[in-house]
């Protein structure tokens, strides 16, 4: 595939392994698409090896590399992926960033496309500061798209989710509170116990503000892998585009872009199956590898993809030294 289009993303950045910007940069130039990048940290690895060097980038050094870029006229992105901020600081800066794109996007008017990962925690956990919650509850008003995980939609909803009802209710209320347009539950873990599936739930709000939900399963990998929220991010970046890019085609060949048919949420949900499809097959790849590596090194399992995080983490140091690495 190739792209004229210019994507900005605002993410962290490690050294060594896939995940944040080294994630989201490599999945869309695979794509063909040109990528901006701006680091929020700049890391030796993952923080799930317990141990890591490096910065957080202040925000101040954020918002100059952004003023950089506009005093050179370098703003003309037609999407913007925000990822993890170390600070509620940096979160107001990716605001400021993603409110002064919109305003200035020359591609199309309205053509601007914001998508943010409230990456806010995960299994029950909050990683950033609790100050940063309020922060996100207003920038995702805000956003075109957010890709909560489970965790994160129960914490911008306050809807508790131990059902697949409970995900359409906590989805149909950020669309009340937030009016945020496009939904997508990254991951949701539920029903009977250890389910063999992992469901992924979105959501397009139609004029009437109601929700047009979507369900797609893909089968659980026996495995804890780092970086896939950054993947799913990316390549939601990229099939998104292509998708609404067809439905926009059908729509001028005249098949009914009527609000209440189909059409209104079918890109979304067609990007979402193509984002799954190839995250799939990308972690089947790195399961393969990982259980390679450890039998080359014979080490139990307990490690992952981009960077990786075992259930017992970085703990030994035999483990830390073969967390494996993506190697699709
Ligand atoms: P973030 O915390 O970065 O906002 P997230 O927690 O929602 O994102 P993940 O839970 O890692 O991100 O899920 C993103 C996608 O990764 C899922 O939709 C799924 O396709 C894939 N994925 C993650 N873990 C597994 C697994 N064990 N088996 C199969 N697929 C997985
Ligand atoms: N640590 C660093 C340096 C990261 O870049 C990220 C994600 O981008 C994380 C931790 C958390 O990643 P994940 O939730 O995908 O394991
Ligand atoms: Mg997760
Ligand atoms: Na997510
Ligand atoms: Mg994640």
């Known amino acids: 595939a190739s792209s004229s289009f210019l994507r900005f993303y605002l993410a962290p950045k490690v050294v060594y392994g896939y995940v944040g910007n080294k994630m989201v940069t490599t999945t869309l130039q695979a ?29 101040s050094e954020i918002r100059e590399l952004y003023d950089g870029l506009r005093q050179s006229y370098l703003t003309d992105f037609d999407m913007l992926v925000s990822g993890y901020a170390p600070s509620a600081d940096v979160v107001d800066v990716v605001g400021f960033i993603a409110r002064d794109l919109r305003y200035r996007s020359t591609v199309k008017p309205g053509g601007f496309f914001w998508i943010l990962d409230p990456v806010m925690g995960d299994q029950g956990r909050l990683y950033v500061a609790e100050e940063i919650v309020p922060s996100y509850k207003q920038l995702v008003r805000e956003a075109d798209l957010i890709l909560p995980n489970q965790f994160e939609a129960e914490l911008l909803s306050g809807v508790s989710i131990s059902s697949l009802s409970g995900v359409a209710n906590a989805v149909r209320t950020m669309h009340k509170t937030f009016g945020t347009r496009h939904i997508v539950v990254t991951s949701v873990g539920v029903g009977e116990g250890k389910s063999e599936l992992l469901t992924v739930v979105g959501s397009t709000k139609k004029s009437d503000g109601s929700a047009r939900l979507f369900k797609v399963e893909v089968p659980k990998l026996d495995c804890f892998f780092s970086g896939t929220g ?3 991010a990316g390549l939601m970046a990229a099939r998104l585009r292509e998708a609404c890019a067809h439905a926009d085609l059908l729509a001028r060949a005249g098949w009914a872009p009527d609000d209440d048919v189909e059409s209104v949420d079918l890109p979304l949900a067609k990007a979402t199956e193509k984002v799954l499809s190839s995250m799939q097959i990308v972690l089947e790849k790195t399961l393969a ?3 390679a590596e450890m039998q080359s090194f014979g080490t139990s399992p307990g490690a992952s993809v981009g960077g990786v995080e075992g259930e017992d983490g970085g703990d030994s140091e035999g483990k830390r030294k073969y967390l494996a690495q993506t190697k699709a």
Not at 32 to 57: E, L, M, P, W
């Open 230 to 232: 950054d993947m799913f």
């Open 289 to 291: 590898a990982r259980d």
């Open 31 to 59: 794509l063909g698409c040109d990528v901006a990048a701006i680091n929020t940290v700049n890391f030796s690895n993952h923080t799930g090896y317990r141990q890591v060097k490096g910065r957080r980038t202040p925000a």
